[in-house]
């Protein structure tokens, strides 16, 4: 019965049993049902071995194309696990088949192809995954960008720039993260201005490839974020700020401390905990006693990182009287990181 096959298959990937390729590749060939074909492609990806290439190169034709996408991802988890010199001739016979599905009629197999050529692609497939970015389909578009900045080299730059002008997130959330891999210095000012999205994972991307790309251009435009309403996006502007830093941005970082509204004022002083900056340890102290819990959290939290020994008596009497639970537990977390002096 090729159901107990592939339930079997699916418990040999999951153990890591090699032996069960042969018996998945040969349903690859023998069955009529394409889930059944699906599922044990799905399988052969988990195990990744190199005796299931040829099964998986006849399945990236199959007439399903659920099977045809699969196949290609279980491609892309063969070629990264095998030896590079061993078996490089297979290698590129893999990379000639996932460039063949890019030219596939259903948009999830040119996807799949996509994001396998991302995996294992080499700078001789840049040109044939740059020109998906004309694909009338919005996920393999996407897919391309990604698969540019993994594979690397400043050959698609222009293209990725292009991207950011499209009206599809997904497309420009990938065109910004592939930039941002591929540290574009011409991409610091379109991407500064994407920092003004109303899309808070745009904003977070856009962070990221910021940080990447370490322009110090780039740092008045991200303290600008720091009273971003979006904790999660605050936080990323006091670890991206690592990337721009230097002894002479002080001033601006500790600007950020008087600040009127509390989100600002937490994430500068959290920032500097994050960049370790000695020269600033009694300002930080001193938000230990802000009239705002957000601020004192961040403040709890900076003298950890900082390791401030002379903060372990105001810690302790946030971890025993502070009103927020959460100051008292990030107070308490400080603490235990500065060791002895702490408590």
């Known amino acids: 019965d090729p159901r107990v096959v592939v339930k079997a298959g699916e418990l040999a990937a999951a153990w890591g049993v090699t032996d069960a390729s042969k018996a998945l590749s040969g349903l690859l060939f023998t069955s009529a049902d394409p889930a059944i074909r699906f599922s044990a492609a799905v399988s052969l990806r988990t195990l990744a071995s190199p005796d299931s290439v040829g099964a998986l190169l006849e399945a990236s034709n199959d007439q399903a194309a659920m099977v045809r996408a699969e196949a290609c991802a279980a491609l892309a988890a063969v070629a990264m696990k095998t030896s590079e010199k061993s078996e490089k001739s297979e290698k590129s016979e893999i990379r000639g088949a996932l460039r063949a599905r890019l030219a596939d009629s259903a948009p999830v197999v040119r996807a799949a192809a996509t994001n396998a050529l991302g995996q294992v692609g080499t700078m001789e497939d840049v040109r044939v995954v740059v020109a998906r970015f004309e694909d009338p389909d919005v996920g393999v578009v996407a897919a391309a960008a990604r698969a540019t900045g993994e594979i690397g080299g400043n050959e698609a730059i222009p293209a990725l720039l292009q991207l950011l002008d499209s009206p599809d997130a997904p497309v420009e959330s990938a065109a910004v993260r592939a930039l941002g891999v591929l540290g574009a210095k011409p991409a610091v000012a379109p991407i500064i201005l994407l920092l003004a999205s109303p899309d808070q994972s745009l904003r977070m991307t856009g962070l990221e490839a910021l940080r990447r790309i370490g322009d110090p251009r780039a740092l008045e435009a991200v303290l600008d974020l720091a009273g971003d309403p979006d904790p999660a996006v605050s936080r990323r502007v006091a670890w991206a700020t690592a990337a721009f830093y230097d002894a002479g941005s002080l001033p ?92």
């Open 252 to 343: 601006k970082v500790l600007s950020l401390l008087g600040d009127p509204d509390a989100r600002v004022r937490a994430t500068g002083v959290l920032t500097l905990g994050f960049l370790s900056e000695q020269r600033a340890a009694a300002q930080v102290m001193a938000l230990l006693a802000d009239p705002d819990p957000i601020v004192r959290r961040a403040a709890a939290e900076a003298v950890g990182l900082l390791s401030v020994p002379e903060a372990s008596v105001p810690l302790s009497r946030l971890y025993t009287e502070d009103p927020d639970p959460a100051v008292r537990e990030i107070a308490h977390a400080s603490m235990e990181r500065l060791g002895p002096a702490g408590r």
